[in-house]
């Protein structure tokens, strides 16, 4: 005769806890918590570089040498403006990272004006760095220096920097002797250009560090060997 007590079964599998709504929240305000912490931080760093530009100071970084060796340098007058641009590039990064996160279609409009804005700001860049113009984002201290294209135009170096010629040797006596070499040094405060060494196994290694100094700078102020 059947049981007519109504049967339990007992499901032994694994329970699978979903996540609960507020767990992907949490996530998402700590993801959009260090999206800001970093942008604030590149803010900060920028801050602090552009004041010690503004004032003169040395920075050692600069000039920085483009992705192409021929192309506009972000030196000392053009480094407000490339700050300037940059901000608004990262600002717009951080935004489309925390768009990402969020899912929120309000942020996208932000996203685009900080693009449109930065696709005006890093012309104004190349212009700074052309032209030494506009002066009010060139540090006091550099608006009279001629821009990279009227420099060109003139056959000049893109800069007028001393730059020394160096015949290093190695001491009298020294136990662990290095083949000597000629390297060009720039003198500038403010620059920390260097050439490449070139052993002094040939007849044309001054000649090449010579060259090399040409395209840095108009003004050699001869070779010199410092005392080892």
Known sequence: ???????????????????????????????????????????????????????????????????????????????PAWAVSIFWFWTASCLLAVEAVDREGALRVAVGLCGLVWLVTFPLWLIVNALNRPRFLVPPGRRREKGSWPRRRAGLAPTDHPVEILDVRPATGDPKPYPPYFVAVCTNDDCDWMSDV??????????????QARDHSDVLIGTRRPVG
């Open 198 to 211: 070139v052993d002094q196994d040939g007849s044309d290694a001054e000649t090449a560090v010579q060259a």
């Open 1 to 79: 005769m059947a049981d007519p007590r109504p049967k339990c079964r007992l499901d032994t599998g694994v329970i699978q806890r979903r996540a609960e709504p507020s767990d992907t929240a949490d996530m998402a305000g700590a993801a959009i918590a260090l999206i800001f912490a970093a942008w604030m931080a590149g803010v900060i760093v920028l801050l602090k570089c552009v004041g010690s530009v503004w004032r003169g100071d040395r920075v050692r970084w600069l000039p920085m040498i483009g992705l192409w060796m021929s192309g506009p340098r972000v030196n000392n007058r053009s480094f």
